[in-house]
């Protein structure tokens, strides 16, 4: 076995100094838009992705209230609840100890997940790139890079690196906790299944390549216990991890000649010990009326190829090279390279698959692109003639030109909040009004878990993680017959219709409803509470 490269504290400092100023940096948009909220209106918090944002927070909600068993609060019908969505349910319980709000909580939890990230993926770089300008360049993309996504928007295509931040590392630190602890998990279980420790007697001296029995001790059930903690947080990324093992043991078989068994036990234990939560997963998906009606909703389709070939850009190009690099060197072994490219070919295939969460399977393929592109640049830079200036100055432009990318990203949102919120269905994603805030706390005081609160579709999506209550209607996803509530919330407040079905407990009747109409039977309701232009009525 290769013994790891020793990473020096001068080293460790550098890669620490540059991860810390990246996550301090991805929480200059959320102090911009907290700036940007017209008088009246406060930022809530959430700045990729609204509706799945605000979801989170209502996970989170749940656990802040002592629960462990998940429950869909965007949807009116009573059901079971189930053992899923741990990961948030225990940061709420975390922020009920620490008296802390959910957003604080998750903002904490999304910066802390970064940093595990970037510590755990600099030192799975070692094992793939001993050598240190090619690692620290690989480095530097994983922080930096992103795609061509603003050329696609001039175009008219839509690219992933605009959309989807589990298939890029600056954009995941920059979303929510959970993707960027995935894929730190991904990269565990690689690491202590591709170089597995030496164990007991047989440190020091190298791993017995032919011994067919595992020799156990805390360092080989990592692998296995990073796949228990995947499952729990990640799941989908889970399988991508398996069809990833699958398809590197093959290769192992075919280039050795011999079965891989170092490799192969810790696979095991990576199959052993997630899959009884991948099979619980499924079994609710399936029995639970509820969450079956949920996930025949949540159908992620996979991108058109145009869009993620914008999406990787440059960056995808440069891994076609360090692609070819390792393909035409195949009588050098190299388990690291190797590993990548056979992680980013099998997860390309992968989202092609005929499957309802093909997108779902693209997580952390940032990380193998990343690594091929700077393999291939370094190494491509090292063959050429031209002097060191020039090799440095296109280094240099190749990382600027990614770092435009994610900067892009990540200034989209405060572009669109230039427009005031009031004006702007999509801005008004972003902010509540001061009385709409107040409403929503009073709700969360005065209201049960499993009461029905009618909003309006807006306002709908942070009636869960506001008040802990449920929404009749605040989803495309987490509402059972999404589009169905929808525009029975919306006829309604129209008065077209006298009252919804399943009924509500309560409405809540402020400038977002108003915007709708007003509802057929509204003089006849008599108001709990009133505040400015914004009132609540209880309706059973």
């Avoid at 927070?57 to 656990?63: F, R, S, V, Y």
């Avoid at 393999?375 to 770092?403: D, E, K, P």
């Avoid at 972003?430 to 969360?444: A, D, P, Q």
Wanted: proline share 7%; net charge positive; aromatic share 12%.
């Amino acid at each position: 076995m290769t013994a790891p490269v020793r990473i020096s504290s001068s080293e460790w400092r550098w890669v620490t100094g540059w991860s810390v100023v990246i996550l301090l940096l991805s929480c200059v948009p959320y102090f911009v838009a907290g700036r940007l909220a017209p008088e009246g209106w406060q930022f809530a918090g959430i700045m990729v992705n609204p509706l799945d944002g605000h979801s989170y927070l209502a996970k989170m909600q749940q656990g802040y209230e002592g629960q462990w068993l998940f429950h869909l609060t965007y949807t009116p019908e009573p059901h079971q609840g189930a053992y899923i969505f741990i990961f948030y349910l225990a940061l709420g319980h975390l922020a009920a100890l620490a008296n802390l709000p959910l957003i604080w909580m998750f903002h904490l939890a999304r910066l802390l997940a970064g940093l595990v990230l970037l510590i755990v993926a600099y030192r799975f770089l070692t094992r793939v790139l001993p050598d240190l300008k090619e690692r620290r360049l690989a480095f530097g993309l994983l922080l930096t890079a992103s795609g061509l996504g603003w050329l696609g928007a001039i175009m008219g295509a839509f690219p992933i690196d605009l959309w989807v931040p589990e298939a890029f590392v600056p954009y995941s630190l920059y979303a929510n906790p959970h993707f960027p602890l995935g894929m730190a998990l991904m990269l565990l279980i690689f690491q202590g299944v591709v170089w597995p420790s030496p164990s007991g007697s047989q440190r020091g001296r190298p791993l017995q390549t032919n011994s067919l029995l595992p020799a156990l001790d805390v360092a080989s059930l990592l692998p296995g216990l990073a796949a228990l903690l995947l499952a729990l947080i990640l799941p989908f990324a889970l399988l991508t991890v398996w069809a990833v093992l699958g398809v590197f043991l093959v290769w192992l078989y075919l280039a050795r000649r011999r079965l891989p068994w170092p490799q192969i036990w810790p696979t095991l234990g990576v199959v052993l010990l997630g899959a009884p939560v991948i099979a619980y997963d499924y079994w609710v998906s399936v029995s639970n009326p509820i969450i079956a009606g949920w996930s025949a909703q949540n159908v992620t389709a996979a991108p058109a190829i145009w869009n993620v070939i914008l999406g990787y850009g440059l960056l995808g190009l440069l891994a076609l090279v360090g692609g070819s690099m390792i393909l035409r060197n195949r009588a050098a072994f190299h388990k690291g390279e190797w590993l990548v490219l056979l992680w980013a070919v099998t997860t390309f295939i992968l989202i092609y698959l005929p499957l309802d969460l093909q997108r779902r399977l693209i997580n952390g393929l940032h990380i193998p692109v990343s690594i091929l592109a700077a393999l291939g640049l370094h190494r491509w830079l090292a063959r050429s003639s031209l002097q060191a200036g020039y090799r440095r100055l296109i280094t240099t432009a190749v990382i600027t030109i990614g770092a435009l990318g994610t900067l892009f990203v990540w200034t989209v949102p405060l572009l669109g909040m230039l427009t005031p919120p009031d004006k702007s269905e999509t801005t008004a994603l972003f902010f509540l009004r001061r009385e709409e805030g107040i409403v929503l706390k009073w709700l969360h005081e005065n209201t049960r878990p499993n009461d029905i609160i009618l909003a309006s579709p807006r306002l709908g999506m942070f009636v869960p993680g506001q008040t802990g209550a449920r929404a009749f209607y605040g989803h495309p996803f987490e509402t059972i017959d999404a589009e169905l509530k929808k525009s029975m919330a919306e006829a309604f407040f129209r008065g077209e219709i006298a009252a919804v079905s399943p009924p509500a407990d309560f409405l809540i009747y402020g400038p977002s409803e108003q915007a709708l109409g007003q509802p057929h039977r509204l003089p006849e309701y008599i108001p709990v509470f009133e505040l400015d232009t914004i009132s609540v009525y209880k309706l059973r």
